[in-house]
């Protein structure tokens, strides 16, 4: 089946710095990749659309220039976290739309925590 | 508004009892219907969807799902649960064609009694 991995997985880093998150899809071409926020006992949130060649499209409340979204290719799309703060503390999950199959396919998820 | 609902925060059933997670759906369109299940600091795996067709679709892991558009339900059945299932499991909606994101329900968590 369709696979996309995420990376890292766990990443701790200090109040001000900046964090990449790597999303791949393995098996298939995804023009269409979605950055999603979960906390605690929550469901997912959508932050923003990634698609393939443009700007992403952040849905509303969410910081474009705090969450730098890049989808440079048809199988990686990367979140910025910039001068990350405790509150950005949370899991963060992609995935990866198969156009074929009209199915996103989800990654395995990364838990940031800011100190 | 286009939503999804599911009801029931937490379930626990038994081991070898049969499980129905419950999910409600409001949508202006024909809705695709998914469910995805999460273990414990894991991403989502797709258990099941629904496109057309048989309302009435098998998945993985022994799961089948109902969708019956009269009362905007597409609940998840098993008719015997294992330990390995209890996880937290999410119903989703979105629309077709290439575009355009899901719509999730806030979960049911699922725990299993030996």
């Known amino acids: 089946g369709a696979v996309v991995s995420q990376h890292p997985s766990w990443v701790i880093c200090k109040s001000g710095t900046s964090v990449k998150i790597e999303c791949r899809s393995l098996?298939?071409?995804?023009?269409?990749m979605f950055w999603y926020r979960q906390f605690p006992k929550q469901s997912l949130m959508l932050m923003a659309t990634?698609?393939?060649?443009?700007?992403?499209?952040?849905e509303q409340g969410v910081e474009k220039d705090k969450f730098l979204i890049n989808h440079a290719s048809l199988t990686l799309s990367t979140l910025t976290v910039t001068s990350a703060h405790p509150e950005d503390s949370s899991f963060y999950i992609c995935?990866?739309?198969?156009?074929?199959?009209?199915?996103?396919?989800f990654g395995a998820g990364t838990r940031l925590s800011v100190l | 508004a286009q939503s999804v609902t599911q009801p029931d925060i937490h379930i626990t059933v038994s081991e070898g009892a049969s499980l129905e997670l419950r999910c409600n759906y409001s949508?202006?369109?024909?809705?695709?219907l998914f469910w995805y299940v999460q273990s414990p600091g894991q991403g989502l795996q797709l258990l099941l969807k629904?496109?057309?067709?048989?309302?009435l679709v098998q998945g993985i892991k022994g799961f089948e799902a109902e969708f019956k558009r009269s009362q905007s339900s597409f609940n998840l059945r098993k008719p015997s649960v294992h330990w390995s299932d209890a996880a937290e499991y999410f119903c989703?909606?979105?629309?077709?064609?290439?575009?355009?994101?899901?719509?999730f329900g806030k979960g049911t968590k699922l725990s299993v009694k030996p």
């Open positions: 995935s990866a739309r198969s156009t074929a199959k009209n199915i996103q396919y």
């Open positions: 098996d298939f071409q995804a023009t269409t």
């Open positions: 990634s698609n393939e060649g443009s700007k992403a499209t952040y």
């Open positions: 949508y202006g369109a024909t809705p695709y």
């Open positions: 629904y496109f057309s067709g048989d309302t």
């Open positions: 989703a909606v979105g629309p077709g064609g290439s575009q355009g994101n899901l719509i």
